[in-house]
């Protein structure tokens, strides 16, 4: 269907449900101008067929073109910015669709998706059914349309499930390239932060996957690492230990033997006199 709807900063669910039966309204916009900000009282999924534009989500900017794919929640500020020839699909949830319906939209990112061209035609021919069934009058149309819906969310939701499996294995294997980068020379002089940074992910995340991969914190591996070097210069050189203690990134030699102590269980004259 489509709908002429006029910019109000409000829109209640009963502009939208109350000459329907069923909890689901579909409405196609063409040409989309810029829309103000508004919120409303229901769900609002919102697909972009074409064109572009900006939409200010929660005060995020988000540009929009084909195969976009947002969850508009209720009572969260959204507005269309900069269009050009958008058109896009609206489709209207209120709070009396299916309990098991809504959790799977409640795991579905605010920051949208962006779906493949097959994945946007699977979910055109979803959108297309759930739009005739709520206007046939068939007998059992809102049972048709409610599982039409499930498949829409089912497909939304395997596409973001993969999605971040793709995302977190292609993080896991840079947080691999850097567990062997800091067993070079340089590499325990790296800050967290800075790991986190060339790992692409936030510094808690960056940790947690280091502690799966390692068995241990970033800091105790990182001591770890310049203690056994230490062992080697300790060994096989004759240099002092304030120089090995500095060679291996501690600037104060006393908090070098500190942590050689608590890691080797003796101090680094001790280990050297073996």
Do not use: W
């Not at 098991?100 to 297309?128: C, F, H, R, T, W």
Request: hydrophobic share 35%; charged share 25%.
């Amino acid at each position: 269907m489509k709908l002429d709807v006029p910019s109000a900063p409000y829109y209640p669910g009963s502009q939208f449900f109350n000459d329907f039966k069923l909890p689901i309204r579909v409405i196609h916009v063409e040409n989309s101008r810029s829309f103000p900000d508004h919120h409303h009282d229901f769900i609002e999924m919102i697909f972009i067929r074409s064109g572009n534009g900006i939409q200010l989500l929660n005060n995020k900017e988000y540009k929009l073109s084909r195969g976009d794919f947002f969850i508009v929640r209720k009572g969260i500020h959204h507005q269309y910015l900069k269009t050009e020839s958008l058109d896009y699909i609206n489709i209207l949830l209120n709070s009396d669709i299916p309990e098991y319906i809504s959790e799977m939209i409640a795991q579905l990112p605010d920051s949208g998706l962006k779906l493949s061209v097959l994945s946007e035609s699977k979910a055109v021919s979803l959108i297309n059914r759930i739009d005739q069934e709520i206007y046939s009058g068939r007998f059992m149309n809102d049972k048709m349309a409610e599982a039409f819906l499930s498949q829409l969310c089912c497909l939304l939701l395997r596409l973001y499930t993969e999605d971040n499996v793709k995302i977190n294995t292609s993080v896991k294997s840079r947080v691999n390239y850097i567990i062997e980068y800091l067993k070079t020379e340089n590499g325990p002089s790296l800050s967290a932060a800075r790991m986190a940074e060339e790992a692409g992910t936030s510094v808690r995340n960056f940790h947690r996957i280091f502690r799966n991969l390692t068995g241990s914190s970033v800091k105790d591996y990182i001591h770890t690492i310049r203690i056994n070097k230490a062992c080697e210069l300790l060994k096989y050189t004759d240099k002092s230990i304030s120089n090995i203690s500095a060679m291996v990134h501690y600037e104060d030699s006393n908090y070098f033997s500190r942590q050689f102590k608590q890691i080797k269980g003796v101090s680094p004259s001790s280990y050297r006199q073996g």
